[in-house]
């Protein structure tokens, strides 16, 4: 399933060791519409779990946090590639700091009501969904940069070793790519591996 849709087939966990603060984020959920929610109250074995049920959105709760409960939360937050809404009753501008580095989407201070679950929960989505498309952009233009590097570090090697032009340069290790159905920057990094070892 996409991650992308926001919509009420949605797998949601939720984690509060408050059992009556868990089940008014359950009841603001089905309300909503999202009735595949698992709200668990004890915090061992929560990457475990999260691992095997696989939820789409996670939801935090969080009544008293202490720095040791946060910086736990935060390392698991880091870990997992997933929309995350963190519902917290006091915060200072470090744990919100903290927060937004361990990739948490939704940072809501005093502010669990049933009837403001659904916008938060979509907003998390939504923000996970945009910072996701950014990263992944990013990742393309820098591996379309590396890729560049290393196409024109070959042509400059054939240039030397084969005295060709830039252009004949280019046209082999394109022609050479299509002939091994690879692509052209997979030729490319076979030539400059290739030079490395001969020098």
Not at 62 to 85: G, K, V
Not at 94 to 108: C, F, K, L
């Amino acid at each position: 399933m996409s991650r992308s849709k926001i919509t009420t087939d949605l797998t949601i966990l939720v984690i509060d060791e408050n059992a009556i603060r868990g089940s008014i984020i359950e009841e603001g959920l089905n309300e909503a519409g999202h009735l595949n929610v698992r709200v668990i109250h004890e915090m061992q074995g929560v990457a475990r779990l999260i691992e095997t049920m696989d939820p789409d959105v996670i939801i935090i709760d969080i009544e008293n946090p202490n720095r040791d409960m946060m910086e736990h939360m935060f390392q698991l937050t880091r870990m997992i590639s997933r929309p995350i809404a963190m519902f917290v009753d006091r915060s200072d501008t470090a744990a919100i700091e903290a927060a937004v580095d361990a990739g948490v989407s939704a940072y809501v201070v005093d502010g669990l009501k049933k009837e403001r679950i659904k916008p938060i929960l979509d907003m998390a989505v939504s923000r996970f969904n945009a910072f996701s498309r950014l990263q992944r952009e990013l990742a393309e233009a820098r591996s379309a940069l590396e890729e560049r590097k290393v196409i024109e570090r070959a042509k400059g090697i054939l240039m030397r070793m084969r005295g060709m032009s830039e252009e004949q340069a280019y046209a082999l290790l394109r022609q050479t790519a299509m002939n091994e159905k690879k692509k052209l920057a997979d030729i490319a990094q076979s030539v400059v591996t290739a030079a490395g070892m001969l020098l």
